[in-house]
């Protein structure tokens, strides 16, 4: 087996085992904030790609069993084909696909590759190759349920999920090439890492307990159909179709007035966080204005901030990364029950 796809493969699944440290890695690599431009939407794609460990860690699985440039350049070449497809396809056809199952069925990709190569390499690569064709399509799912996080806009969405493709299959040869890199330091000084059955050890543990953290953490919701509730109280659930442009930092204070600036950029920032945003109509009677302004600083909700949407038609919206409360009256026990039963899913948790 060349040195290089080798120890390059070895390197990929060992990082692993520093991602898993957290008990939220199976959660920590979703796409906060948007981008007004299609440029935008690239680095996006190659920000989430460079994030996915459980998407890298297959790829390093299957340069490790490749064994040969070129075995391993066609491998992944249908590994890309088949994430490219249901990306493109689940995300402009609106396909709602339960997260949770595809991050499943995604660590239990690891699982199998890692079986594989410690068996031996495949005789025939025909069966194999089917199955990376298979498990690129499951990867894609699971990248189009984070890019739908990001509330596409209907006008501009093609060319939108395009170029957060071109960014994902960018991420990935930035990844590969940076396996190869660190392999070739860290091989060096611990030589133990040449060794392919601990690299296939480490993915199929990688993969048992990323999927056992998914499954018991979130059990009821591994088979949940995807729905959003019809109604909370006076407002309306649905799927999330606001945008935030995607900047850094948090916002200076939670609450913006009437007739302040939101800070959107940061706002992009939080939802990504697992924040819960709520904006109102600027002209909100005073009695209704104080309940939004008291539930948003309230320190015991948590992850809230707010402003005005000069903009909205409804009363107050409750936004955070996959659903909206479009409430057409002030209902904050109902936007508060919102609140509460998304901070209550796992998908919520920020990474630490």
């Known amino acids: 087996m060349p040195a290089t796809v080798r120890r390059g493969a070895v390197i990929g699944a060992a990082l692993v085992i520093t991602l898993l440290g957290s008990a939220q890695a199976a959660f920590a690599h979703g796409v906060g904030g948007s981008s007004d431009t299609v440029g935008g939407f690239v680095w996006l794609g190659t920000k989430h790609m460079l994030a996915g460990w459980d998407h890298l860690a297959f790829v390093g699985g299957i340069l490790l069993l490749a064994g040969q440039v070129r075995q391993a350049a066609k491998l992944i070449s249908l590994f890309a084909l088949g994430h490219s497809v249901t990306l493109f396809t689940a995300t402009v056809a609106d396909w709602h696909i339960n997260p949770v199952l595809v991050d499943v069925v995604v660590a239990l990709s690891l699982v199998f590759v890692g079986v594989i190569g410690l068996r031996g390499r495949p005789k025939d690569w025909t069966w194999f190759a089917a ?204 936007v508060g029950r919102f609140t509460r039963d998304w901070f209550a899913d796992p998908r919520s948790k920020p990474a630490e």
Do not use: W
Not at 182 to 193: C, M, Q, T, W
Not at 248 to 264: I, L, N, Q, Y
Not at 310 to 328: I, L, R, S
């Open 131 to 334: 199955a990376v064709l298979g498990f690129g399509l499951v990867h894609g799912l699971g990248l189009s349920t984070r890019l739908q996080d990001l509330g596409l806009p209907a006008d501009g969405m093609i060319p939108r999920v395009l170029a957060f493709n071109v960014g994902v299959e960018i991420g990935q040869l930035i990844a590969v090439v940076a396996m190869f890199m660190l392999a070739d330091v860290l091989s060096h000084y611990l030589p133990k890492l040449r060794n392919p059955r601990l690299s296939h050890g480490v993915l199929v543990a990688a993969g048992v307990v990323a999927a056992s953290i998914l499954a018991l953490t979130s059990p009821g919701e591994v088979l949940r159909p995807v729905q959003a509730d019809p109604a909370v109280g006076a407002c309306t659930v649905r799927d999330r179709t606001e945008t935030f442009p995607f900047g850094d930092g948090h916002p200076m204070k939670r609450f913006f007035e009437p007739g302040e600036t939101v800070p959107a950029t940061s706002f992009g920032h939080v939802i990504g966080d697992g924040f819960v945003i709520v904006t109102y109509r600027p002209d909100l009677a005073a009695d209704q204005l104080a309940q939004v302004r008291a539930f948003v600083t309230d320190p015991t909700v948590g992850r809230v901030v707010g402003g005005p949407a000069p903009d909205q038609t409804e009363a107050v919206k409750a936004v955070h990364v996959y659903n909206t409360a479009v409430c057409d009256s002030v209902d904050i026990d109902a």
